[in-house]
């Protein structure tokens, strides 16, 4: 669906990574909205615009999304937290994708967690790495009791379609 950014609004192009400002007045498409971002198509290409700024885009309501799951902690969190998170160009969470390599979980002195997780993306030249990494590690701190949250992107082993789940390739119609 067709909206108009109602104000100046900041935003990621796509696939390179670089922070742009997309004007007031510019009509978007908007191609896919997951993980609370919002993915538009103008006439100069494909842009992420981040969950803070969605409010720009005129008359468009951003399906309710749950957010941090409230009480104690578990790596189910974890991974419930990693589910929200999605490449912008392609409608399935990373984890699904395969992009998920390794999740490591340590208990702290003061009883709270540390997170550290290895990724990776479809293309070594993504410029949405940053970008993906960093969303990935800001829904992760966010759980109750994480401590410190890191994301590294990693590219041993280079990652392949046939990384993706089972429910990843049903959303692709891979099936």
Not at 23 to 50: C, E, K, P, S
Not at 59 to 79: H, I, T, Y
Not at 113 to 126: D, F, Q, R, S
């Amino acid at each position: 669906m067709t909206y108009q950014l109602s104000r100046d609004c900041p935003a990621t192009a796509i696939p390179a990574g670089d922070a742009v400002t997309l004007a007031a007045g510019t009509d978007v498409y908007v191609t896919q909205a997951l993980g609370g971002h919002v993915t538009v198509r103008t006439d100069r290409g494909l842009f992420r615009i981040a969950s803070d700024q969605a409010s720009a885009l005129a008359g468009f309501s951003p399906a309710a999304e749950a957010g941090p799951a409230e009480g104690s902690f578990s790596e189910a969190a974890v991974w419930a937290a990693l589910r929200t998170c999605f490449d912008p160009e392609i409608p399935v969470n990373i984890v699904d994708l395969g992009l998920v390599y390794d999740l490591a979980i340590e208990k702290t002195p003061a009883g709270g967690h540390t997170i550290e997780v290895k990724m990776t993306l479809t293309a070594p030249g993504c410029g949405m790495g940053p970008v993906i990494a960093e969303d990935a590690r800001q829904k992760i701190a966010a759980l109750p009791t994480v401590e410190s949250a890191k994301v590294h992107v990693v590219w041993d082993p280079i990652w392949g379609p046939q990384m993706i789940s089972a429910e990843g390739r049903k959303v692709l119609g891979l099936e």
